[in-house]
């Protein structure tokens, strides 16, 4: 394993303590704002997915990876998908996820090294986990490699704005991590260098993502104002997703 691997892993076995299950409740939490805010682009992920594949995609049986306690892999769960694996490097992150949604398998697995023979799930999912990786375009073949049908890719995008107020460097404590960000011809490029012309579809969509400002913005409103008041913000920056820091990208092999 690689040691910035290790360094994360050990991080994050810290982080999802058995004990601070509790932090993470907004994973499971059927609360209309949050889950508007959490599930925005995994939503957007899905419409992809539906909008492009005659088959039914809740029959598909999906890969989440970095999946930490599982919020992805809930997401799917409950949008009527039953056959879900979430993988992690973190084996506390996996108990807290069996303990939110028993009916999820999970697996511990190094993102950039799946160690799952090529085609072994319908679709891989990454969220926010890619760029904790020493080589994330290593962790996106790698997806591409074990997805039978395709794969949801939602990180960072690389653009003027998110370089200058986004992160470059993510601390967990001594865990460092460069946060890698990618743009359509970038992922054009790994796609078709990995699958020659044997694809479907490359969809990148660019977008603003801040949920943690949007959040505390609209929580100094009355209760009943708050997810009319997130719905309307993000409708509004969505006026200028061509310079969004954010993407959600789907292949479909
Ligand atoms: C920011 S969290 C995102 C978790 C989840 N996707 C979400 O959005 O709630 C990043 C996750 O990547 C995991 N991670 C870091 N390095 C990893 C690796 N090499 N392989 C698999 N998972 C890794 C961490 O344990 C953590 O759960």
Known sequence: MHELV???KNI???KYALETKTKYGFHITHDPLIRFLRDRRLNKSLDILKNNNNDDVSSWSVLVVCGGVGGEG???YRKGLSNITVSDISENSLKICNFFEPAIDTIMLNGES????DNSY???VVQDGLHHLPRPVSGFTEMLRVAKKGIVVIEPYNGL???LIGTEW???GDAVNYVFRWDKDLVTQVVKSLLLSNYKLIRVLRLWDHNKIIFKTVTKLPKSLQLKASKTIYWLISLFNFSGNNMVAVVLK
């Open 161 to 163: 704005v998110g370089n």
């Open 170 to 172: 993510e601390k967990h």
């Open 74 to 76: 809930i997401f799917f």
């Open 6 to 8: 290790q360094d994360q």
């Open 122 to 124: 319908d679709l891989v």
């Open 114 to 117: 799946l160690d799952l023979p």
């Open 12 to 14: 994050f076995e810290e």
